[in-house]
């Protein structure tokens, strides 16, 4: 019983102290926001990619007029044409993909995309 009482009170006081955590170093991402805004489809055909580059995976695909959820973007590889070589991650008909900036027209929200979604049919 003595053992035991000692073995207890060594692994209480070894074992117990608080130990200050350590900083955790997280990779960088090429994803420079996180936010919801709306676009229109602007062209027949779109592909919707796994990843936000040209040769991804295709997971589905969309065409003019389609309102999409715009849910993060990469970042821009040339300040002059921001929105033309900008991947946007979306959201469609059960899908969430990588799309290029220059197949859609952006709106602040939903109803406005709907509107201008209206009068392209």
Partial sequence: MLSTLM???????????DKKAGRIALP??????SYSKWAV???DYLRIRAR?????????????????RILSQTEPKDESTEQNNTWYEIEVKGIRGWVVG???VFFNSESEALDYAEELR
């Fill in 7 to 17: 073995l207890l009170t060594t692994l209480f006081f070894c074992c117990g102290q």
């Fill in 28 to 33: 960088t991402t090429p994803i420079i926001s």
């Fill in 41 to 43: 489809i602007k062209i």
């Fill in 52 to 68: 936000p580059i040209k040769d991804a995976e295709m997971l589905g695909s969309t065409g003019m007029g389609a309102v999409v």
């Fill in 102 to 104: 220059r197949d859609l």
